[in-house]
């Protein structure tokens, strides 16, 4: 009988070893060294996720272990991982539907708390409204000081991006965002033949109507990978504990590199702490100093409700 370990009779040869591109249910699609994509069974007790890295063996398709992985609570508080082995993340706005308040904060802390280095993509810059979005946030302090950069794209003209595919050369990223900022788009606009499907804002709620449900991973032609990634209202990290946010909130940076007198300082009222000095000097913004205490608050309060067994 054959190795157990070896399903298709392969092994040694690499070709029993391959990417996780596309999730359908129970089953993942698979990318194979020798060019072939085939769908393969997963465990329920081991779960996969696109961007997953996997050995096929007779029970499916067993991931290896990840260098970085992207989760978040869904609204029934389950930890829902997006897509894994990434190095660079897309948080995708537009004017239309605007992000809920919070939504890049939250979203550059987590990026940076897992290791993956995040950019900002403004699409729909062929509207006023996201042309000013664009500029405000190409404009805005925290971000140049956490040196992140700011794309101004549209799928509908083509602005911006040949900067977006060289930007991944390389790299695996993915594209994150509320339902309707235009993710699925923009990766039709990048790959050619790609029809991933699309849909409209809803007239009246002026949200997105959540069209794409499952994460797919595609190669761009001048290489490295992009995933698409279903949009949700609001992004709540996993695992990040205050001292993540302390240490990965964009604008705090110069401030951190000189250093406060405790290396887990909260920077909320522990003494010779280096954020509250330049808040004090003016250096970093009040408004922005608050918006790091509601998170950190959201947190604690995320953590205290784990800790006694309720759900939020
Ligand atoms: N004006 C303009 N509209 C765009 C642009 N990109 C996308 N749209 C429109 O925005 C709407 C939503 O686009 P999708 O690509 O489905 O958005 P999504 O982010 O993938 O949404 P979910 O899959 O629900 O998360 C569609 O009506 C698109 O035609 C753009 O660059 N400019
Ligand atoms: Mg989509």
Redesign the pocket.
């Known amino acids: 009988m054959a190795d157990p370990g070896d399903g298709d009779g392969q092994a040694g040869t690499g070709s029993n070893h391959g990417l996780v591109v596309g999730h359908f249910g129970l089953d993942v699609e698979v990318d194979l060294p020798d060019g072939q994509r085939r769908r393969v069974r997963v465990q329920r007790e081991e779960p996969v996720v696109v961007g997953d890295r996997v050995r096929i063996t007779a029970r499916g398709a067993v991931p290896e272990p990840r260098d970085t992985v992207l989760a978040r609570r869904d609204q029934r508080d389950r930890v829902r991982a997006i897509a894994a082995n990434l190095d660079l993340l897309g948080i995708t706005l537009a004017s239309r539907p605007p992000a809920p308040s919070g939504y890049l904060d939250r979203a550059i802390v987590a990026a940076r708390a897992a290791g993956i280095r995040p950019f900002v993509v403004v ?2 810059c ?2 006023h409204e996201s042309r000013e979005l664009f500029e405000q946030l190409r404009d805005d302090p925290a971000l140049r000081d956490a040196e992140i950069d700011v794309a101004a794209v ?3 003209s083509g602005e911006g991006l040949d900067a977006i595919r060289s930007r991944l050369v390389g790299h695996r990223g993915a594209f994150i ?1 509320t ?8 990766l039709n606009a990048l790959v050619p033949g790609l029809a991933l499907e ?4 809803n007239r009246l709620t002026r949200l ?5 449900t499952r994460s797919t991973l595609h190669q761009l032609e001048g290489g490295g990978e992009l995933i698409d990634t ?2 949700f209202r609001d992004f709540v990290p996993v695992d990040l504990s205050p001292a993540d946010l302390a240490r990965n909130f964009a604008g705090f940076d110069e401030a951190l590199r000189s250093g406060c007198r405790f290396r887990d300082c909260l920077h909320r009222d522990e003494p010779e702490c280096a954020v509250r000095r330049e808040v004090e000097r003016g250096a970093i913004a009040a408004a922005r100093y608050e918006a790091y205490l509601a998170l950190l608050r959201d947190l604690e309060r995320v953590a205290d409700g784990q800790r006694t067994g309720r759900t939020r």
């Not at 339902?179 to 923009?186: A, F, M």
């Not at 699309?198 to 804002?201: A, H, K, L, Q």
């Open positions: 699409n729909k062929d509207l549209s799928a509908q965002g339902s309707g900022v235009g993710k699925s788009s923009l699309t849909g409209e804002i997105g109507r959540h069209v794409t279903p949009g």
